[in-house]
């Protein structure tokens, strides 16, 4: 079982927490950062990476692949589509390696 809970975070977390997680940015009820890439068959490269640390935190973002970018969107079903710890740990396992 994971360590870090699936509750939603107030805006005043959220606010605080953003500040530990760069590039990262809230729209709406998502934690979302775009990764720009030299080539196009890096991006897929790298969503395959984002998909490996989800299933190892066992919290899955959205990915969008485009033209030499990818975008991960993350928010937490279980509190009902609102941002959590869990988010803002895939956002800083994310952040470490890319």
């Not at 953003?18 to 940015?25: D, K, M, T």
């Not at 890096?42 to 919290?59: C, I, K, M, T, Y």
């Amino acid at each position: 079982m994971s360590q870090f809970s699936y509750q939603a975070l107030s805006p005043e977390a959220i606010a605080e927490a953003l500040s530990g997680v760069p590039g990262w940015a809230v729209e709406g009820n998502k934690l979302v950062r775009t990764w720009t890439f030299e080539s196009y068959p890096q991006g897929p490269d790298w969503a395959v990476r984002v998909g490996e640390f989800a299933e190892a935190l066992n919290h899955h973002p959205d990915i969008l692949i485009g033209y030499c970018r990818v975008t991960v969107s993350t928010t937490t079903h279980d509190a009902g589509n609102q941002i959590s710890e869990m988010d803002f740990e895939l956002a800083r396992r994310l952040n470490a390696v890319g």
